[in-house]
């Protein structure tokens, strides 16, 4: 699973950056729906603004509805009104308040051989205090000699039910992997599960999930297999402007029991490169180990990549 990203609508860090620019006494506060309130704050805690009202009284905004201040700048230059101008026409359609985040990248030679390499990969979720959603779609593709060496798409959707107060939760996914160099080719899965949440701060989140489902697969065989399922997910902010992300997930095959397995790792670092822009530089690897992989093919199929990303 490609969890490259932290693709939650207002995190910790962001909301008390918000906070933080507002004036402390008269100010106009924007919230996530597109509506601003406009008054004194008088107080603020570690989830939530307090604000009096000169009509309502004192009212308590929780910061995760609270739109972050660098979303709320005026763009500066022609490039960035239009790059603005573009999010807000795509949040429009798809899935309209998620964050977001699209990156590329790209590598190639001409001359005694010609090649070209392609990453792509687009990120969106949304969190709140039930519900997280997170979809991750990546796309790699090579050529060498106008032949092509690499085509795959990864395309997962993550649902987690959350409790407050709790650090256990429920989840769903589903996933869609298209490969031309394997023996299976197009491959759908699905899991259910509990997950439980072993550190939830500012600086280091650690999830651990564990489930039961299964994966089928097309191509030179078509069969369905079920599968357990373990991973552990680690997200690290390094800085305000830098982060580390990390996850390990473990397939053993159910029927026969471990009769066969597939382990997924991956990380991500990113830097952002314009404070307040949404520019960040993405670096990452992905590897997938395969204990049966078919006749001819690697058990490990090891990607790695750097690419421009750009959140809106």
């Known amino acids: 699973m490609s969890r490259l990203r932290k693709p939650l609508p207002v995190s910790g860090l962001a909301a008390s950056l918000a906070v933080l620019s507002l004036q402390v006494h008269a100010a106009?506060?924007?919230?996530?729906?597109?509506?601003?309130?406009?008054?004194?704050?008088?107080?603020?805690?570690?989830?939530?603004?307090?604000?009096?009202?000169?009509?309502?009284?004192?009212?308590?905004?929780?910061?995760?509805?609270?739109?972050?201040?660098?979303?709320?700048?005026?763009?500066?230059?022609?490039?960035?009104?239009?790059?603005?101008?573009?999010?807000?026409?795509?949040?429009?359609?798809?899935?309209?308040?998620?964050?977001?985040?699209?990156?590329?990248?790209?590598?190639?030679?001409?001359?005694?051989?010609?090649?070209?390499?392609?990453?792509?990969?687009?990120?969106?979720?949304?969190?709140?205090?039930?519900?997280r959603w997170a979809l991750d779609m990546s796309y790699f593709r090579g050529e060498t000699d106008g032949e092509t060496t690499q085509a795959q798409f990864k395309g997962i959707l993550t649902k987690d039910w959350l409790k407050?107060?709790?650090?256990?939760?429920?989840?769903?996914?589903?996933?869609?992997?298209?490969?031309?160099?394997?023996?299976?080719?197009?491959?759908?899965?699905?899991?259910?599960?509990?997950?439980?949440?072993?550190?939830?701060?500012?600086?280091h989140t650690v999830r651990g999930r564990a489930g039961v489902g299964g994966k089928y697969e097309l191509g030179d065989v078509n069969e369905f297999t079920p599968e357990a399922m373990g991973g552990i997910e680690w997200d690290w902010a390094i800085s305000e402007t830098q982060t580390?992300?990390?996850?390990?997930?473990?397939?053993?095959?159910?029927?026969?029991?471990?009769?066969?397995?597939?382990?997924?790792?991956?990380?991500?670092?990113e830097v952002e490169l314009a404070a307040g822009k949404g520019l960040k530089l993405r670096l990452g690897l992905e590897n997938e180990y395969n204990s049966d992989p078919g006749a001819g093919f690697d058990e490990n199929d090891l990607k790695y990549f750097g690419a421009l990303a750009f959140d809106f």
Request: glycine residues 8%.
């Open 28 to 131: 106009e506060i924007e919230l996530v729906d597109g509506d601003t309130i406009n008054g004194e704050i008088v107080e603020t805690t570690d989830d939530a603004v307090i604000v009096e009202h000169p009509t309502l009284g004192k009212l308590t905004i929780a910061k995760d509805q609270i739109v972050p201040a660098d979303k709320t700048k005026t763009p500066e230059t022609d490039a960035e009104k239009a790059a603005a101008e573009l999010g807000n026409w795509v949040d429009s359609w798809f899935f309209p308040g998620w964050d977001k985040s699209f990156a590329a990248g790209f590598t190639g030679t001409d001359g005694n051989s010609d090649t070209l390499n392609i990453y792509a990969a687009l990120n969106t979720g949304y969190e709140d205090d039930f519900d």
């Open 164 to 203: 407050p107060d709790t650090p256990v939760f429920y989840w769903a996914q589903g996933s869609y992997q298209f490969d031309r160099f394997t023996d299976w080719e197009s491959r759908f899965a699905g899991f259910v599960g509990i997950g439980y949440v072993f550190i939830d701060g500012d600086v």
């Open 244 to 269: 580390f992300a990390f996850y390990n997930y473990f397939y053993p095959s159910l029927d026969p029991a471990f009769s066969e397995f597939r382990n997924l790792t991956g990380a991500a670092y």
